[in-house]
């Protein structure tokens, strides 16, 4: 976290940023002594891409998106959730506006529409062995067209750079700015810059609130076994 | 041991082209004739394999080759029953395609039929003959990710509804015309009824069955069709395995008449890939590759072309050896009818709105 710390500390003094933004955790950065969300991975690049593509008119007549995330055994798989469901508003735009779940243990499968009948369906699980990177895949399809986060015919996603010696490594660099943090780490520090610029404070802790809800209607779905309408 | 006597009827299903190299290779079968449905099929079968001789009627086949002891039903759903008793009175083998009917009263004369006779009848998924699948089978014996928790997997493809017709009407596919949703335009027939093998493979990979499904029709990606073609199911099974399937026709195509080079407008026509949770880890397949890549004729758009395995060959190895041997075959009707119940519960999910419990 000292890490990022500084590189925030270094964007908020290049954009001379006055308000004082401390980083508490991957998902909270303090403000004027409030506590205020991070949706970190609104900031990362793949999903802002995926939102253009879908908001700006390249995609047309959006019928599903398709979400699939694998992480770490011992996560919280709606912690997982609370991230996939905003991605999914945030990308296509829309409010969801009912939820089935269906849960076995640390593995949860989702149905959620949207308005205008978007299905988006969601597959999360908590699974891989410690310190293994997160796999995930983010699919949209609509009348003209499919945008996805994965390259056709395949299952994970690339990396930048693959150095074959006597380690083998790979490396996948996307910000010059904050060059040597990986992408996930970028995406929490420009969040976090993001939450010190004016007006942005109330909105993100309306969000949360809002996911918050809809990740409460999962758990009584998945206990209860029915859909559950927002 | 001696070839198996076979022929083909109807010649209107998708996976018709798909036997005639293995018909024509296989030296435990002798292909003998086949009965085309209609002027249309008749030439597009012509054109493809020569040597065969081919009859407007499937009767005039039958009695012109008495010595036929084995008929692949390459037909519409629709025609599935009629074509089983046609060939069950004359003591004829069948091997189904891959959904012999959703009506379930027509199931169970299906199962009487061919078990009065003593007949085998395999049905045709021909997953199971494929070796990514026997891996994942064999990696989940061994325990490799420990107790399954959750079973995840696509199939989906382009619409062939503008090469086989008769799946984009609902009678023929479905079997009957019933609206999709009150309310909805659509009808039962589409996407789903093209796609049960993931229904299949989770029985498979898990051992268990299905104890509840939910499901969600999305707007479809071809407004002018009037089945579904886009949906998403979850449930979970008797052991507690919860799964998403993921049916649908969402790779869009080339409205051609005939299949081949060109079908393709999203890169890629086909995908069957599994997820497998486990208590240990996670098994992740794509049953369908590693493929070759180009952008060449006839549309110089980027496309994936398949080095596709030959799942028939091993099909019908099988189906010849439960002839041969009188061993019942792995996907019988039997065991396939259970199936088609949670295919015909993914409708009555949709229709209703609910979580339908099995």
């Known amino acids: ?230 | 041991m001696k070839p198996l006597k076979i022929a083909m009827m109807s010649m209107t299903h998708g996976h018709t082209r798909k036997y005639y190299q293995t018909l024509k290779d296989n030296p435990k079968l002798d292909w003998v004739a086949v009965a085309t449905a209609n002027e249309e099929v008749k030439e597009i079968f012509l054109n493809s394999v020569q040597g065969i001789p081919c009859y407007d009627s499937e009767i005039e086949m039958l009695d012109a080759h008495p010595e036929i002891e084995a008929v692949v039903l390459a037909s519409e759903n629709s025609e599935h029953l009629r074509q089983m008793k046609l060939c069950a009175e004359r003591g004829i083998h069948i091997l189904s395609m891959k959904v012999p009917t959703f009506d379930m009263d027509e199931y169970d004369e299906m199962i009487d039929v061919i078990e009065k006779k003593g007949l085998v009848c395999q049905v045709e998924l021909e997953m199971h003959y494929n070796p990514v699948i026997v891996r994942m089978k064999e990696l989940l014996l061994k325990g490799e990710i420990g107790k399954i928790k959750s079973f995840n997997a696509t199939n989906i493809t382009l619409s062939p509804v503008w090469a086989f017709p008769w799946q984009g009407v609902p009678e023929k596919s479905y079997g009957k015309r019933v609206p999709i949703k009150e309310g909805d335009p659509r009808f039962r027939g589409g996407a789903l009824c093209d796609h049960p093998h993931i229904f299949d493979m989770i029985r498979h990979m898990t051992g268990s069955d299905f104890e509840s499904i939910y499901a969600e029709v999305a707007p479809n990606i071809r407004p002018d069709i009037e089945e579904e073609d886009m949906l998403s199911v979850i449930g979970r099974m008797k052991d507690g395995t919860v799964f998403s399937l993921d049916p649908s026709w969402s790779k869009m195509e080339e409205r051609i008449k005939v299949p081949g080079p060109g079908w393709e407008v999203f890169p890629k026509r086909m995908e069957v890939n599994i997820t497998i949770n486990g208590e240990k880890g996670t098994l992740m397949a794509d049953c369908f590759g590693p493929n070759v890549y180009h952008n060449g004729c006839p549309n110089d758009r980027y496309t994936v072309q398949y080095t596709y395995f030959d799942e028939w060959i091993g099909l019908i190895d099988e189906f010849v050896d439960n002839i041969r041997n009188s061993k019942t075959p792995l996907i019988n009707l039997k065991w396939h009818k259970r199936t088609i119940e949670a295919m015909n519960a993914v409708y009555e999910s949709i229709a209703t709105g609910k979580v339908v419990k099995l």
Do not use: W
């Open chain 1, 1 to 230: 976290m000292t890490n990022l710390q500084e590189k925030l500390d270094f964007l908020t003094e290049k954009y001379d940023v006055e308000k004082r933004a401390v980083l508490k955790d991957e998902k909270t950065v303090i403000i004027d002594g409030r506590d205020i969300p991070l949706f970190s991975h609104r900031l990362e690049r793949r999903f802002i891409e995926l939102k253009n593509i879908v908001q700006g008119g390249t995609l047309v007549g959006i019928s599903v998106m398709r979400v699939a995330r694998i992480v770490e055994k011992g996560s919280d798989i709606f912690a997982e959730l609370y991230r996939e469901l905003d991605i999914c508003q945030y990308v296509l735009g829309r409010k969801l506006v009912g939820i089935t779940a269906m849960q076995n243990d640390n593995t949860l499968n989702l149905i959620a529409t949207a308005e205008e009948g978007i299905v988006c369906t969601l597959e999360i699980s908590a699974t891989l062995k410690e310190g293994e990177p997160a796999k995930d895949k983010h699919e949209i399809i609509s009348q003209r067209g499919i945008a996805c986060d994965v390259v056709v015919d395949a299952q994970l996603k690339q990396d930048s750079i693959y150095l074959f010696g006597s380690e083998n490594k790979k490396f996948t660099d996307v910000d010059f700015e904050l060059y040597g943090l990986s992408a996930e780490d970028i995406a929490i520090v420009r969040s976090a810059f993001t939450a010190t610029q004016k007006g942005t404070e109330e909105e993100l802790l309306a969000a949360d609130s809002k996911l918050k809800a809809l990740v409460e209607k999962a758990r009584i779905s998945a206990e209860t076994g029915e859909r559950q309408v927002i």
